[in-house]
């Protein structure tokens, strides 16, 4: 196609493209012309023999029920239209101002209109100039290969540069092997690059960066889970965790911590009680917790039913017994900033 022609078919503001793109006869019945075959039934009815009340009822359902599904055609077009923002099309269209033919072949779709009840797409043309293009005028959709690859590089890029920022830094997380997971917590010290994820090295493990990582901190905020001596259980004995055990049921992974008395307890998400951890020390105002210091943490059933749900235990000035304040609750609820200071208000 010449430049000439593109010259002629450059954007057209809605209030000036007055013009039906030509479309192959159809047998079909439209909204506008069941609406003037009921008028004209009206208009030369017999008045000896008028139109039963039913009948008439009945067509006017029926055009109702045509009205819904021309409304639903058009919002599904739409919704295809926008789906096609940034693939690449190939349509047939004619020009509304030459009434020439016009192909357009691997055109970038750069945005949709709607003008009247069509829809058109965007298409960035020759020279950047942008064609409205039927929709229904597409004949083929397809990626931008070169786009897509960009994208790509700029995600894998982002997801290494938030990986390298974790070397030097505290993780929890999960290590894969073949079907099997393990729990895993240390000092990140490296990050490589797999098959265009960012992999975590920690000791002689791998985690890969973001899927199997659920904690990140600082060495300082103590959020060590192996070792932590800050759980009660409720009878109110301290007990020390030695590790966590990982049971696989069909496609589901159930965890447990383990304690050094025998005993274990299943947790819902263990992202839960190591944010928990980071709360022992802190002084909280929430519920029943009138300003107290949050000296240990019991897992139990919560407010939804489920089990491993971390309650914090919280002292307040001058009481003798600690309150139980349960964690997701007081996350969900809590206002203002938390003071990283041991002893601050959070």
Not at 216 to 223: C, E, I, K, P
Not at 282 to 308: E, K, M, P, W, Y
Request: aromatic share 8%.
């Amino acid at each position: 196609m010449s430049d000439s022609h593109w010259g002629n078919i450059g954007h057209v503001p809605q209030q000036q493209m007055n013009w039906v793109a030509p479309r192959e006869p159809s047998q079909d019945l439209d909204r506008q012309a069941f609406l003037n075959l009921l008028i004209t039934q009206l208009r030369y009815q017999d008045p000896l023999n008028p139109m039963d009340d039913r009948d008439f009822i009945a067509q006017m359902a029926q055009f109702s029920a045509l009205e819904q599904m021309m409304n639903l055609n058009a919002t599904f077009e739409r919704t295809q239209a926008f789906g096609m923002i940034g693939k690449l099309v190939d349509a047939t269209f004619t020009c509304p101002t030459t009434s020439e033919r016009i192909e357009i072949e691997a055109g970038l779709v750069t945005s949709v209109v709607r003008k009247g009840q069509r829809v058109y797409l965007g298409v960035a043309g020759e020279g950047g100039r942008q064609v409205d293009v039927p929709f229904d005028a597409v004949t083929e959709v397809s990626e931008d290969f070169f786009l897509s690859l960009q994208l790509s590089e700029i995600h894998n890029h982002v997801q290494g540069q938030r990986a390298n920022e974790l070397i030097g830094r505290y993780v929890m997380g999960f290590a894969r092997f073949g079907e099997d997971r393990e729990f895993v917590e240390g000092r990140v010290d490296s990050v490589s690059m797999q098959d265009g994820m960012a992999v975590l090295v920690v000791g002689n493990r791998q985690l890969f960066f973001p899927h199997d990582v659920f904690s990140a901190a600082d060495a300082s905020v103590g959020m060590r889970l192996i070792g932590s001596s800050d759980f009660q259980n409720v009878a109110g004995d301290w007990l020390t965790v030695s590790g966590v055990d990982i049971v696989t049921r069909g496609d589901a992974h159930h965890v447990y911590l383990q304690f050094e008395n025998g005993s274990r307890n299943r947790v819902q998400l263990i992202n839960h009680v190591t944010d928990a951890l980071t709360y022992i020390g802190h002084r909280i105002t929430f519920g029943n917790a009138d300003n107290g210091v949050v000296q240990s943490i019991t897992l139990r059933s919560g407010t939804t039913g489920s089990g491993g749900i971390p309650f914090l235990n919280v002292l307040n000035d001058g009481a003798t017994d600690p309150v139980e304040i349960d964690f997701l609750a007081y996350l969900a609820h809590r206002h203002g900033v938390e003071n990283d200071s041991d002893g601050g208000t959070a």
